[in-house]
T-cell receptor, first 116, second 114 residues
Framework: AQKVTQAQTEISVVEKEDVTLDCVYETRDTTYYLFWYKQPPSGELVFLIRRNSFDEQNEISGRYSWNFQKSTSSFNFTITASQVVDSAVYFCALSEAQRVGSTLTFGKGTMLLVSP | KAGVTQTPRYLIKTRGQQVTLSCSPISGHRSVSWYQQTPGQGLQFLFEYFSETQRNKGNFPGRFSGRQFSNSRSEMNVSTLELGDSALYLC?????????????FGPGTRLTVT
């Protein structure tokens, strides 16, 4: 069975601080897909990134970066120089290979609060 | 391109009633998935439809059902509503190909059962 663990329930930072959101996953599949989503107070889940299990290259997109470590089953997300607009709940999710992206197993989410 | 739309956005129902929620996917997306989000259980997968066929189903009772139409629009139905069905119901669509498989979510329908 698949499982995603986001151990940090809530993180509070002051604007311009860097923050890392942790994600640890469990799966028996050798090929799988990982995702991060952002859920602002409006409720809509916003897609941030996807990663294949066979592509361990880290990725940077503006202030966002992701560190995929297959050896430790982790897919951590770092926000550099955080801003108030980054305040949201962030979800890490896992999908099995056989059904590409069709069944997402989500972590419980990490609520990030960025104060001015 | 328009995003995923869900109607209605808010709904209040009474125990024992039934409800139907609607989802229109992004144009060209053939896969539609439904999720339930509650404070206690988090985000849980309900079912997925692809080309009008249910491809996968989560661990929910038979009171939860869905369907997909030929234009990829999807509906989910909950019969004999219980208080515990109060939740945010999210619909997501995807191209569901090997190279484009991320799911895009709608704003959700917030269902309150009294």
């Amino acid at each position: 069975a698949q499982k995603v663990t986001q151990a940090q329930t809530e993180i509070s930072v002051v604007e311009k601080e860097d923050v890392t959101l942790d994600c640890v996953y469990e799966t028996r599949d050798t090929t799988y897909y990982l995702f991060w989503y952002k859920q602002p107070p409006s409720g809509e889940l916003v897609f941030l990134i996807r990663r294949n299990s066979f592509d361990e290259q880290n990725e940077i997109s503006g202030r966002y970066s992701w560190n995929f470590q297959k050896s430790t089953s982790s897919f951590n997300f770092t926000i550099t120089a955080s801003q108030v607009v980054d305040s949201a709940v962030y979800f890490c999710a896992l999908s099995e290979a056989q059904r590409v992206g069709s069944t997402l197993t989500f972590g419980k989410g990490t609520m990030l609060l960025v104060s001015p | 391109k328009a995003g995923v739309t869900q109607t209605p956005r808010y709904l209040i129902k009474t125990r024992g009633q039934q409800v139907t929620l609607s989802c229109s996917p992004i144009s060209g997306h053939r896969s539609v998935s439904w999720y339930q989000q509650t404070p206690g259980q988090g985000l849980q997968f309900l079912f997925e439809y692809f080309s009008e066929t249910q491809r996968n189903k989560g661990n929910f009772p038979g009171r939860f059902s869905g369907r997909q139409f030929s234009n990829s629009r999807s509906e989910m139905n909950v019969s004999t509503l219980e208080l515990g069905d109060s939740a945010l119901y999210l619909c997501a669509s995807s191209l569901a190909t090997a190279t484009s498989y991320e799911q895009y979510f709608g704003p959700g329908t917030r269902l309150t059962v009294t």
